[in-house]
């Protein structure tokens, strides 16, 4: 099953609650890993801060999402 992303989930978080999302945020070039503002930054933020595809972002952390649930 899908999960689905909190429009107000933080990067910090996701990755807190999905270390899977931590390969994630290094494959699209972004440093999140132990930024300060990972823990205010939400996945709209980051896309737009890294002027990256909001949409592919959110559907490649969603992925690790489920890939991490599936353990």
Excluded: W, Y
């Excluded at 699209?28 to 930024?35: A, D, F, K, S, Y």
């Excluded at 996945?43 to 599936?70: C, T």
């Amino acid at each position: 099953m899908k999960r689905k992303l909190s429009d107000d989930a933080t990067m910090d978080g996701i990755m807190r609650e999905t270390p899977a999302a931590i390969r994630v945020v290094l494959q699209h070039g972004m440093l999140c890993v132990g930024c300060p503002i990972a823990s205010f930054h939400t996945v709209s933020d980051a896309a737009s801060e890294h002027n990256l595809d909001e949409d592919q972002l959110r559907s490649d952390l969603e992925a690790a999402a489920d890939a991490d649930g599936a353990d």
